[in-house]
């Protein structure tokens, strides 16, 4: 059984940077394509970014320049190095995984097999 830790939100000023970590336990990570996605209050859940096993890039337009998404496999660890900051950034962060996933799919929530338990992060104007 596939098992996610995500870790690092906490509460930071606009413009600041903050680094997400996700470990994944009980399988092979390099098998998974892995994602953030993220929650604001009272709003359905988002994608924000993923990386395929081949280590291709995804990202939603809103964050794209500021955020970078990368794994390591010898860790089996995702990381989401997020720059500047913004009040609108404000959401719990979930990471996710999928053994595979087409270019389109992997933007949709349902698509992805395992989840974190989420990492608050909060940004003050």
């Known amino acids: 059984q596939v098992h996610l830790v995500d870790a690092g939100g906490g509460l930071v000023q606009a413009g600041d940077s903050l680094r997400l970590s996700c470990t994944l336990s009980?399988?092979?990570?390099?098998?998974?394509?892995m994602a953030w996605f993220r929650q604001a209050t009272g709003k359905e859940r988002e994608f924000v970014a993923a990386?395929?096993?081949?280590?291709?890039?995804y990202y939603t337009d809103s964050v794209k320049g500021r955020f970078t998404i990368s794994r390591d496999d010898a860790k089996n660890t995702v990381f989401l190095q997020m720059d500047s900051l913004k009040p609108e950034d404000t959401a719990v962060y979930y990471c996710?995984?999928?053994?595979?996933?087409?270019?389109?799919?992997?933007?949709?929530?349902?698509?992805?097999?395992?989840w974190g338990q989420g990492t608050q992060v909060t940004v003050s104007s």
């Open positions: 996710a995984a999928h053994p595979l996933l087409t270019v389109k799919t992997l933007l949709l929530p349902h698509e992805y097999m395992y």
């Open positions: 009980g399988r092979t990570f390099s098998d998974y394509d």
């Open positions: 990386i395929r096993q081949n280590f291709d890039t």
